[in-house]
């Protein structure tokens, strides 16, 4: 069997407030958009920088996570995995969309560094994190069995 992965891992910061919903079945998605800059020299010695626009999908608590301490202009650290759906439009037309499925979440302050906020790690329920002196705010989730037909959006 060959091997196979596939990962991401961003830091940036929210273009808008996230966006909640529940599907039908009760669970809790996420969404937003994360800006990174890309920065170089061109051959003129001339500094350029570009703005890439990153589509994220959130689930079940870190969705909820989300909602609740995120804004737009927030910094984060995000960790997951690249997934591209598609579906035809109103006017027959097929359309695509890559997403980040996150699975990982830190939340930085304005600084870059983490920030004071111990946040909750999912494994059968909420527990604090073990290394709490060093102010960690990850969070991970396991995504079950969400299939990509659950989304709202």
């Known amino acids: 069997m060959a091997m196979s992965l596939n ?8 273009t808008r407030d996230p966006e909640l919903r529940q599907i039908p079945g009760g669970q809790t998605v996420a969404s937003f958009s994360l800006a990174t800059n890309f920065s170089w020299t061109d051959q003129s ?8 626009y990153h589509n994220i999908v959130v689930w079940r608590k870190l ?11 927030s910094k984060v650290f995000i960790e997951g995995r690249l997934q591209t759906r598609e579906w035809e439009g109103e006017d ?9 499925i ?8 304005r ?14 329920g909420i527990k604090e994190s073990s290394n ?10 396991a995504e079950d069995d969400v299939t990509i037909d659950d989304l709202p959006f």
């Open 132 to 141: 709490q002196d060093e102010g960690s705010g990850v969070v991970s989730v």
């Open 45 to 52: 010695g001339q500094k350029q920088e570009k703005a890439e």
């Open 7 to 14: 990962r991401v891992q961003l830091i940036g910061n929210l």
């Open 102 to 109: 996150a699975e990982n979440m830190i939340m930085l302050d």
């Open 111 to 124: 600084k870059g560094e983490m920030s004071g906020m111990v946040a909750p790690s999912f494994g059968g």
């Open 63 to 73: 969705a909820e996570i989300v909602g609740q301490y995120l804004r737009k202009g």
């Open 92 to 100: 027959g037309v097929k359309r695509y969309r890559t997403e980040i």
